[in-house]
């Protein structure tokens, strides 16, 4: 979804718009069900995102549309896995699990997976060459060497991939997904 896109969202959920539910659901739920899959079981994230998602939207007054609604939803998902953790009382739940989500870790990683969603976006929307080069070498931790091997382009060529890809995400990064 482009920035214009994701604005209009965001404006649409503060302002009560019904028909912006089911985008929030198909935009946000994979990612607010892939964090809440960290803390409880699979079969218990879909209803807790059932949860968060009637939750958010009871509460959309209070979102601030000039925020992330990604950090807003995710916020909401902690407090609900937690709720969840809580109502445990057959299971035993692991006290690392309860400190991840409940002091600041907790929010850190929602943040995490707010800002990632946001790398992943702006990734997408970089040249080919560009995300290629940085594809592979961030998330196939291959060197610059192995890259040129594997593209059968210059090692020079690479480099100047790499290094301008980086600079035009950290400027969309920057700008909000602008660039």
């Not at 870790?105 to 702006?122: I, K, L, N, Y």
Request: negative net charge; charged residues 35%.
């Amino acid at each position: 979804m482009d920035v214009a896109s994701q604005i209009a969202l965001r404006e649409r959920f503060a302002a009560g718009d019904e028909s912006v539910l089911e985008e929030c659901y198909a935009e946000y739920g994979p990612m607010v069900l892939g964090y809440l899959r960290r803390y409880v079981s699979a079969d218990e994230a879909e209803d807790v995102l059932q949860k968060v998602m009637l939750d958010a939207w009871g509460a959309h007054r209070r979102y601030d549309p000039s925020r992330s609604l990604e950090a807003w939803l995710l916020g909401i998902a902690r407090k609900r896995a937690i709720d969840s953790l809580r109502r445990r009382k057959r299971d035993v739940v692991s006290l690392d699990d309860v400190r991840e989500l409940s002091d600041d870790d907790g929010r850190e990683t929602a943040e995490r997976f707010a800002w990632a969603a946001e790398v992943r976006s702006a990734l997408g929307r970089l040249p080919e060459v560009q995300r290629e080069a940085i594809e592979l070498a961030y998330f196939a931790g291959m060197t610059q060497s192995e890259i040129a091997r594997r593209l059968d382009v210059p090692l020079g060529t690479i480099k100047a991939r790499t290094a301008r890809g980086m600079q035009r995400l950290a400027a969309m990064l920057e700008t909000g997904g602008a660039g």
